[in-house]
């Protein structure tokens, strides 16, 4: 785009004139070279500059970056033999573990494909995911073996590998041999040296293909290629200002690696910057409470759910949850009532918010370190990230400063596509008269004068009460306000006379009680009467994703296909 037609756009756009740069920290450009260089360089330039520092401590045994690489070449080595060559999807169905990191390099290094699959997953979700992906081979662990072979028969999947999470433990224990399994530790093993062959990889060849809207729909598997992840890795190192890759800091990461947030701020973050990453396979809040005691991160970023259920931990601050000096919510939405009463907890540690998404590597907004803090904002645009937020109902025409519409998002982080499925790629990646390409994320969003940004609600879960949107999330977190609420999620249910009403679930606090009809009072001082809850059903649980997220698909489903009455 020419200087002219920039100068022009800023005149008449809000988000063109970027009103965030004026913001920034001191230390944050607005622009940024981004290596054009394979992801696997991220593991052997931290192995060369810093071979000793330990890479991983996990269940009390600890890896330096020097044995991750090691270790990831041999591995690379036996994949050549298995005839594994560029392009090749191999899936990693592991959680939180050594293998995670040693096989995402190993894969990254031969120009093949990450396919990340939750390890929550049943066979079919499985077979769907390595039958769209055309998947070779699969990396599990020796307990989810039975679920992968029942996915095998539908699928194309030559090889599955398995590995224990005993394996890299003080133990040492190796997992027992399965028929028509191979082992993590047998392919190890049949290597003396590491024999790598040359692999030409190109910046926009596809690295990950990261599925999402397994919530929403079918899954579709968004290709980021090794420029969007390095670009984005780059991009959450020098927003934290770590612009030195000596280690000297500690990782937290109880988020799982197979979503995009734990793959790239947590796993390929902390190996860039040469990081102790303290690996958690799968949350419990004593297992992470232990952590902090004993290793004292200095980093720690989690989904809103991990904040409340450590709010409400008895012995919460008896493990030094105040030395930790940072912490990231990302994932969903953070009730702001919830970030004043943790940083209370903290004495003042800030819990910082930011804002991503699959097809964006993930990370496209955060909130910065010593500029002004508006809590319930996702905070500023990295450097790069165009922004602009459009109106709902056509998506062309920008909406003013303080409005709510679409939030669309472009930048070196922003997906090739969706893998196979140019019709989902057609919606969701659109080109502007001036030939820029913008993610439409489904996400309603607006911004402030200043450029902070704040997210209202998904599309897909907004509800209409007599022609007025009603975001979930605000009621959410008026509810939250409420001492005996532990949880909340709200969906929109038929109404005959308003077309949708609003119903809440609600969990309670333990050894705490509330009846539905005390929570319609306190919503009624807070809420304008159209968005106050018709109906508040008491429940055990909440159904959520794997990182969290409350999914309000399966509450409204549950209403189609089984209503309940207030309890």
């Not at 394979?38 to 045994?61: C, N, W």
Request: aromatic share 8%; with cysteine.
């Amino acid at each position: 785009m020419s200087q002219s037609k920039v100068a022009e756009e800023s005149r008449t756009s809000p988000y063109a004139a970027k009103p965030w740069l004026d913001h920034y920290d001191y230390w944050m450009r607005p622009h940024i070279n981004y290596p054009r260089r394979p992801l696997y360089e991220i593991l052997r330039l931290t192995a060369v500059q810093a071979p000793e520092s330990v890479a991983t401590a996990f269940q009390g045994a600890h890896l330096t970056y020097a044995q991750i690489k090691e270790q990831s070449d041999k591995l690379a080595t036996a994949l050549v033999r298995f005839g594994v060559k560029q392009g090749d999807r191999i899936g990693i169905m592991l959680p939180n573990c050594p293998q995670y990191i040693i096989t995402t390099f190993a894969i990254l290094r031969l120009g093949a494909i990450v396919v990340n699959i939750n390890p929550l997953y049943t066979p079919r979700e499985v077979a769907v995911v390595a039958g769209d992906s055309g998947m070779r081979l699969v990396f599990t662990l020796d307990l989810l073996a039975p679920i992968v072979f029942a996915a095998r028969e539908q699928t194309s999947l030559e090889k599955v590998i398995i590995t224990s999470l005993t394996e890299y433990s003080p133990a040492a224990t190796p997992p027992a041999v399965i028929e028509g399994a191979e082992r993590f530790v047998d392919l190890l093993a049949s290597v003396a040296e590491p024999e790598l062959p040359h692999v030409e990889v190109h910046p926009e060849d596809v690295a990950v293909l990261q599925y999402t809207g397994g919530t929403t729909g079918v899954p579709k598997g968004a290709m980021l290629t090794h420029y969007n992840i390095f670009a984005n890795v780059i991009q959450v190192s020098l927003w934290g200002n770590h612009e030195s890759r000596t280690g000297g800091e500690t990782y937290l990461l109880v988020i799982p690696f197979f979503h995009i947030y734990g793959f790239t701020v947590g796993m390929m973050v902390g190996t860039w910057l040469g990081v102790q990453q303290v690996l958690i396979p799968k949350y419990d809040v004593e297992a992470l409470l232990k952590a902090i005691r004993d290793y004292r991160p200095t980093y720690f970023p989690a989904v809103p759910t991990i904040y409340i259920s450590l709010l409400n931990h008895p012995q919460v601050k008896e493990y030094g949850i105040d030395k930790v000096q940072r912490f990231n919510c990302g994932s969903a939405p953070l009730p702001i009532e919830v970030i004043a009463q943790f940083e209370r907890l903290t004495g003042g540690v800030s819990l910082n918010e930011g804002y991503g998404l699959s097809e964006a590597s993930p990370v496209t907004h955060s909130t910065a370190s010593l500029a002004r803090r508006k809590p319930g904002s996702i905070g500023l645009p990295f450097p790069d990230t165009e922004i602009k937020i459009v109106d709902l109902q056509t998506g062309t025409k920008e909406v003013a400063v303080g409005e709510e519409g679409e939030l669309c998002i472009a930048g070196p982080q922003v997906m090739k596509g969706y893998w196979n499925r140019a019709d989902e790629t057609a919606i969701a990646l659109r080109e502007d008269k001036s030939g820029r390409t913008w993610l439409y994320t489904g996400d309603v969003a607006r911004m402030d004068e200043d450029g902070y940004f704040y997210i209202v609600q998904r599309k897909k879960d907004m509800i209409i009460v007599s022609g007025f949107n009603v975001y979930p999330t605000e009621i959410e977190g008026v509810l939250y306000k409420h001492p005996a609420v532990l949880e909340a999620g709200v969906i929109g249910i038929p109404d005959a006379y308003r077309g949708e009403a609003v119903k809440a679930c609600v969990v309670l606090r333990k050894g705490m009680t509330a009846t539905p009809e005390e929570l319609i009072e306190h919503c009624k001082t807070q809420l304008a009467e159209f968005k106050v809850p018709q109906k508040i059903q008491i429940r055990e649980s909440l159904p959520k994703t794997a990182v969290g997220k409350v999914l309000h698909r399966v509450l409204r489903q549950e209403e189609q296909t089984e209503p309940q009455e207030s309890t």
